[in-house]
Structure formats: structure tokens, C-alpha cells
């Protein structure tokens, strides 16, 4: 024998006692999270939107300046970015295999969704104070 013990054992025998990461749990339930209040702010915006069918420019601006309607949309706005971020994280931790590509990747996308948040969280935020 070549001195490998390793050789014969079995996969699943290599793979005992490894046990997980300890970070997917945590990621699938701020995805699941992320989700939820998307779908929850989501119907609140779909409704809202509804409502204003029709309406001039200064109606509009007058319902989303209201302090609970920003509030959803701004709520809407970060949970869309975070979703996002988590569901490409997922995508390039499983189809980008180099290491250095797979780094500049994940920070790409984190600063692409945060300035996109930023920048949407501002704009409401302009619109509310009426500057």
C-alpha cells in the first residue's frame, strides 16, 4: 500500500463529522424573510398604486410624501435590494468556481444593491421632505 488510509474509505465515510457551515440556515431564512416582506409591502404598494389610477402629478406626490405609504415603499425598496443580493449570492457561489472571480463578483453585487437601496431610499426620502 502507498501509506493513503484515505483510499479506502468510502465518500460518505471522508464526508462524517464535517458537518455544514453553519451559514446556510441563516441565509435561508433572511430569504425567506426578505421574501415575505416583499410580498406583504408588495400587495400594500399594489393597492396604493390602484387607487391613484388616474390621479394628477401633485395627488401622487401628496401619497407617497404620506409618512405610513413611505414607509412601505421604503420598506419595499431595501427588502427588494437584500433579496436580490442573497438570490446572486447563491447563483455565484454555485456556477463561479475561481476563487478571485467569485470574490469580485460578491462584491459587485453588494455594492451594486447597496447604491441601488441608497439611491431609492433618498429618492423617497426627497419626495417626503419636498426637497
Keep these: 500500500m502507498n501509506g493513503r488510509h484515505d483510499e479506502l474509505r468510502t ?7 464535517w458537518g455544514s457551515a453553519k451559514d446556510g440556515v441563516h441565509h435561508f431564512i433572511w430569504q425567506r424573510a426578505s421574501a415575505i416582506a416583499i410580498g406583504l ?22 401619497r407617497v410624501a404620506d409618512p ?5 415603499l421604503v420598506l ?3 427588502s427588494v ?3 436580490a443580493r442573497l438570490g446572486l ?3 455565484i457561489e454555485d456556477y ?7 470574490t469580485v463578483l460578491q462584491l459587485l ?6 447604491l441601488a437601496a441608497i439611491a431609492s431610499v433618498l429618492a423617497v426620502l426627497r419626495i417626503v421632505l419636498g426637497s
Design 11 to 17: 465518500p460518505l465515510k471522508r464526508a462524517r463529522h
Design 81 to 83: 435590494f437584500w433579496h
Design 41 to 62: 409591502s408588495g400587495l400594500w404598494l399594489f393597492a396604493v398604486a390602484l387607487s391613484m389610477h388616474g390621479t394628477d402629478f401633485a395627488s401622487v406626490h401628496a
Design 76 to 78: 419595499f425598496l431595501l
Design 89 to 91: 449570492q447563491v447563483v
Design 96 to 102: 463561479v468556481h475561481g476563487a478571485l472571480s467569485a
Design 68 to 72: 405610513i405609504n413611505a414607509s412601505m
Design 109 to 114: 453585487t453588494l455594492l451594486v444593491c447597496a
